[in-house]
T-cell receptor, first 114, second 110 residues
Framework: EAGVTQFPSHSVIEKGQTVTLRCDPI?????LYWYRRVMGKEIKFLLH????????ESGMPNNRFLAERTGGTYSTLKVQPAELEDSGVYFC????????????FGPGTRLTVT | RKEVEQDPGPFNVPEGATVAFNCTYS??????FFWYRQDCRKEPKLLMS???SGNEDGRFTAQLNRASQYISLLIRDSKLSDSATYLC???????????FGQGTELSVKP
């Protein structure tokens, strides 16, 4: 069974540019989560989709971040315009359960904003 | 105050040593508790769930004390391959979002 995949693995962009990250969850997993780790800090929750609906977006830093999950399959996370403090590793995770159990993480996208 | 706090690292131990990690969490309504392992530049992977009754998986033993809001992980007979960052993780009282501690780095030396 294929795991969670993320694209790209690395992205280097300039401040003010736009970047779109993609996550493909494990097939059949209704729950999809985005997390982020900035340097020196703990991994932090960004948002949670159940199928195509946003269940919890309390962790989204500001309105420069837009997440979508059209059709309840893959998800995208767009940062526009990117700022220096957006640099970090963005992880996606998926699960069948909604209670936090068995979240499988993707390899992450390392974003560097210069 | 951070929601999940862990021992600062790194822990440098010889092979065969026993090492203990401690973690406290601030939200008494937290529902579920886990230890994750993260290798350098890799994604976090679930090591084990933690239950009030304690649970063991081979060389790994996890304990939860809800009264003191304390979680522990004990690794016995440590191996070189145990070198990684260990993340203490809890879930919020609703939904499935994971709340991570900053992690404790373990380095097992020959």
């Amino acid at each position: 069974e294929a795991g969670v995949t993320q694209f790209p693995s690395h992205s280097v962009i300039e401040k003010g540019q736009t970047v779109t990250l993609r996550c493909d969850p494990i097939s059949g997993h209704d729950n999809l989560y985005w997390y982020r780790r900035v340097m020196g800090k703990e991994i932090k929750f960004l948002l949670h989709f159940v199928k195509e609906s946003k269940q919890d977006e309390s962790g989204m830093p500001n309105n420069r971040f837009l997440a979508e999950r059209t059709g309840g399959t893959y998800s995208t996370l767009k940062v526009q315009p990117a700022e220096l403090e957006d640099s970090g590793v963005y992880f996606c995770a998926s699960s069948q359960a909604r209670d936090g159990y068995e979240q499988y993480f993707g390899p992450g996208t390392r974003l560097t904003v210069t | 105050r951070k929601e999940v706090e862990q021992d600062p690292g790194p822990f440098n131990v010889p092979e065969g040593a026993t090492v203990a990690f401690n973690c406290t969490y601030s939200n008494s309504a937290s529902q579920s508790f886990f230890w994750y392992r993260q290798d350098c530049r890799k994604e976090p992977k679930l090591l084990m769930s933690v239950y009030s009754s304690g649970n063991e998986d081979g060389r790994f033993t996890a304990q939860l004390n809800r009264a003191s809001q304390y979680i522990s992980l004990l690794i016995r007979d440590s191996k070189l391959s145990d070198s990684a960052t260990y993340l203490c993780v809890v879930t919020a009282f609703e939904g499935g979002k994971l709340i991570f501690g900053q992690g404790t780095e373990l380095s097992v030396k020959p």
